[in-house]
């Protein structure tokens, strides 16, 4: 059974699958390599990809993008706060978790992030399905190296809503560090540097590369940095000059804005390859047109505090571990972003230009990598993958807060996974016989300024002085990057634990009803293609009889059966105008109708089998 990679990005997916010896990348039902990250609502249909990108001017408060910035954060992050008021679409609070509220088949529908992301997921996976003409249960999918724990499980679940078992998460770097090794010529040991900058993450990561091995060095980065920041910066650019211009403010106008920010991310790209660029938009706000023009040097200063922090990531990344840029011997580009002209220049300034590689695709090397790592776990026989061996690192510090509120490390980031790494620790005070472990992930000597994952506590501990009872606690990361805590009070043997797939996560009933709620939108999508079909079959019939006895190559009958015809058929056509994606079974009782009235009438005349065929189509 053939296995999967998935790039699940923010701005845009690839899937890629492995066949015998080589792997390809699999287009989409448009006909894309690449799958735009949207999915649109309208009153009768959910689009996916370009289709869904195209509504955001027309549907915008049900056009929904930029879904993995939502992934595994809570509503009352400042990150979910800021980025809310750029977006069209509704987001309300659930319990501190950000849903997406839309109108769709006149019912309002509270969706979580993970239940779009498996949107996209499952039509990814369709495409496959229909290109191979497999079933597709099986996938490696990719994540952002800095993504935290809580982002990986949310993730994993996304994928489980869209009916995909994961066989591992992996780093989208490090994906694209194997699909850099398996093209490049020499066998030789080499030290890669990948710089993945996307639309909405940034990931810096070092990899030794030597055969078929891709052992990960260090890894670096911001969960929430890419050119959807750059278009923001361009478009807070213009809303100011415009409201300048026309002493207004449109800043509370999100259709204006969001038409502006089409605008914009097209200028950007355009600006990649000239000095200038021009932005217009009609009817901008209150009716008024809006036409301006960015040179490249006027983009790149708007950015400079974005460009210039990547390349400080690069230096701590490096330093993280423990090399010289020297030592670096590839840099290798992944991301959309990439394309920026000022980000390969500070790169070609750091390395030299020589170090840049110029062969790996940065839309598609992630896709690649995961498809080839998929075919690896999967232990295909024919697979001459077999032999990858692939160590990545954790990307963030992990450990619990201590009595004072200090942050005790346990295991450090830049540790290899998978790992198990043991701690010490007793009773902070007198009679205690409830121990409560909270823990944390990040960087920061204070607990309450990393990242809270989630708490539990050993029970029964025999009543004793302060630091008496001890604990041997125990975390062990697995290789998707997951993180187990356990501990025990060494003197009775007494443990619990908690695995972080199971807390602040969608529960088992959750997950159940968003299983039943994917296959639902995919049964009413369904649904809505054969109604489409049948009433475009009707349409088509039609405007057939309709030709057959008005159209210059009309066959001859009488003017009083000819009046009939044409009364049909514009009774048919009249009702199909009427009824938007009527029932299947509605549009062949129309069908029947019309077949009623014209065969006896086509019956008559010579050459009417001709005819008649095309009611048999
Ligand atoms: P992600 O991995 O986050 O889904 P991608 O790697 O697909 O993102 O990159 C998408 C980002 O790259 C978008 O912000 C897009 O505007 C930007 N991008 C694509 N092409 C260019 C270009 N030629 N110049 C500048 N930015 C570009
Ligand atoms: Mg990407």
Known sequence: ????????????????????????????????????????????????????????????????????????????????????????FTLINEENKPKISIEHKGRRKILAPEEISAMILESLKTSVEDRLDETITDAVITVPAYFNNTQRNATIDAARIAGLNVLRVINEPTAAAIAYGLEKETNEEQNVLVFDLGGGTFDVTIVKIKNKEFDVKATGGDTHLGGDDFDNCMVNHFVSEFNRKNDCDMSPNKRGINRLRIACENAKKNLSVKKNATVQVDGLHSGIDFKSSITRAKFEDLNRDYFENTLKTVKDTLSSADMNKSEIDKVVLVGGSTRIPKVRELLQNLFGENKINKTVNPDEAVAYGAAALASNISKDELSELRELKISDVVPLSLGYKQSGGGMVTVVKRN????????N????????????????????????????????????????????????????I???????????????????????????????????????????RFKQDDAEWKKRSEQVHKLEDLVYAVKHAVTGEMSFDVSDKDKKEIIKICKKVKTWINDNQNPKVHDSKKKMADLEKICRPIFEKIRDGSEILRIFQK
Not at 417 to 422: A, F, N, R, S, Y
Request: net charge neutral.
């Open 415 to 422: 540790t290899k996974i998978p790992t198990k790494q043991w």
């Open 1 to 88: 059974m053939k296995v999967i990679g998935i790039d699940l990005g923010t701005s845009n997916s690839c899937v890629a699958v492995y066949k015998i010896n080589q792997i390809e990348i699999i287009d989409n039902d448009q006909g894309e390599r690449v799958t735009p990250s949207w999915v649109s609502f309208t009153d009768d249909e959910r689009l996916i990809g370009n289709v869904a990108k195209l509504e955001v001017s027309s549907n915008f408060e049900r056009t929904l993008f930029q879904i993995k910035r939502l992934i595994g954060r809570t509503y009352d992050d400042p990150m979910v706060q800021a980025d809310m008021k750029l977006w069209g």
């Open 477 to 519: 990361v697995d290789e998707n990057g997951i993180l187990t805590v356990t501990s025990r009070n060494v003197s009775t043997g007494k443990e619990n634990q908690i695995t972080f797939d199971k807390s602040g996560k969608l529960s088992e009933g959750e997950l159940r009803r968003m299983l039943e709620d994917a296959n």
């Open 424 to 475: 010490k620790n007793s009773t902070a005070k007198d009679n205690q016989i409830e121990a409560r472990f909270t823990i944390y992930e990040g960087e920061r000597a204070a607990a309450k300024d990393n990242h809270f994952l989630g708490k539990f506590s050993v029970k029964g501990i025999p009543a004793a002085l302060r630091g008496v009872e001890k604990f041997k606690t125990c975390f």
